[in-house]
């Protein structure tokens, strides 16, 4: 698919559109807008080959695939104002990777991979990205950077021009090609205004977290960590071990967890203590729902409250966790690395906040079994390429 002269869907949003219920001016694509979007060429494949698919598209997001080259590169970097990201890689890059046929990235290096989508975005349209699922619970940290940027993660109003994503695996090496799947991307029209009172009557309509005493503000719903929750003896979480083989990430239901993962069991205790930079993953108290009209983010919690990071992956789609989408009892799956000292963890220790977003309209689809998501009515688990525990 080439780009397109096209007139782009929601360019003219009317102020009235949000006069009904179910329609708004402003807000996160649904998937029958990204079609839109797709079709009129404001998502674009920027491989003349590699056409963007249906199977992309999900309730509020599109998944962004691996191009045909990986760069590696001596460190991270942002373009910035009037600098393009290719002309970035001819100062900065070691060596290129040809990742057609398949290529390990190797734990520890920096890459910057062109990615097979572009955008052409309209007026008052501008973008966000984060890792997937399951590229956060894999330790790769993974950043969509543009032309002409000087923040990760963060495309601008109207930006026109090529994707590209900055990974570097932390824990594990990992094998990718061209077409993988490591980051998602949301689109939005417009910037619609966040107030504690919209986010009171979000929960008191439909709970956004199971607990009696939930702490709500603009900024969003607190979540804490479950330290306790498991039965003596039993997995509250995993430990990433250090030294083990590569990972194909498009394997699911491959690999046996002890070969990349020491469990870590309840004894009894109401805390646990974290080694720095280990990376672990620990599953919320709460369970969490995202109304089929609203997206959510997860944002880690104020840095001043503990020496750890909290989440590389962050998008919940409309559906997850939801009665109406089959989730109920879906809890959050927390990727944490302390950082430079040993940090205890207290059972119920607030870990971060889940930002809810409306939709500009309920999707066509939701989050689920239905559309083959993975993580729905989950607990503590891990990647989909490992084998469920026995």
Known sequence: MTETTATLPLDGFDDDAGSDDNIHSTGILPSQALRELLAAGGIFAADDEEEVGEDQIQPASLDLRLGRTAYRVRGSFLPGAGKTVAGRLDAFTMHEIDITGGAVLERGCVYVVPLLEGLKLPRMMSAMANPKSSTGRLDIFTRVITDYSSEFDRIEEGYRGRLYAEISPLTFSVLVRTGTRLSQLRLRRGKPPATMAAMRRLHEASPLVSTDNADIAKSGIVFTVDIAGAAEG???????????????????????????????????????????????????????????????????????????????????????????????????????????????????????????????????????????????SQGLKLSKHFKPPS
């Open 234 to 376: 039993g997995v509250i979480g995993y430990k990433a071990k250090r030294h083990t083989g590569v990972i194909d990430l498009e394997k699911a239901g491959h690999y046996e967890i002890h070969d990349f993962w020491d469990p870590i069991v309840n004894r009894g205790n109401t805390n646990i203590t974290l080694d720095p930079d280990e990376f672990h993953i620990l599953a919320s108290k709460e369970t969490v729902s995202v109304p089929p009209d609203h997206a959510a983010e997860m944002r880690a919690f104020d840095s001043h409250v503990g020496e750890f990071r909290v989440h590389y992956a962050g998008f919940f789609d409309p559906g997850f966790g939801h009665d109406s989408a089959g989730g109920q009892g879906s809890r959050a799956v927390l990727e944490v690395r302390p950082r430079d000292v040993p940090f205890v963890l207290e059972d119920g220790q607030t870990m971060g906040r889940l930002v809810y977003e409306r939709l500009t309209q309920t999707p066509d689809q939701l989050y689920g079994s239905g559309i083959g998501s993975n993580y729905q």
